[in-house]
């Protein structure tokens, strides 16, 4: 098993950034592949980025050149800097882990960009 705690999400006015952090723990080995999703009110949940073990990435076509991500090994936590947030940012976002084809997540940290 695998347990991913979000934190970092909160109110920013549009233009501005955040930056979300998820942490791993429990049966940590062989994670293939940690990303992060989002969950706008009325919509599907969605891919934001994501990046594989060997820090392959990819993005969504909306959050190109604004949202990076990023993977520290060493304390097994996934980012999400987010910059030049826009309204349609404002969603719930997840963290995603899969191991052995296993998708883990997290219980979400809400992002709301409001002026």
Known sequence: QVQLVESGGGLVQPGGSLTLSCAASGSISMI????????????????VARMTRGSSTNYADSVKGRFTISRDNV?????????SLKLE???????????YSTPYWGKG???TVSS
């Open 32 to 47: 293939n592949v940690m990303g992060w999703y989002r969950q706008a009110p009325g919509k599907q949940r969605e891919l």
């Open 75 to 83: 304390k097994n936590t996934v980012y999400l800097q987010m910059n």
């Open 89 to 99: 940012d404002t969603a719930v976002y997840y963290c995603n882990a899969v191991q």
């Open 109 to 111: 940290t809400l992002v």
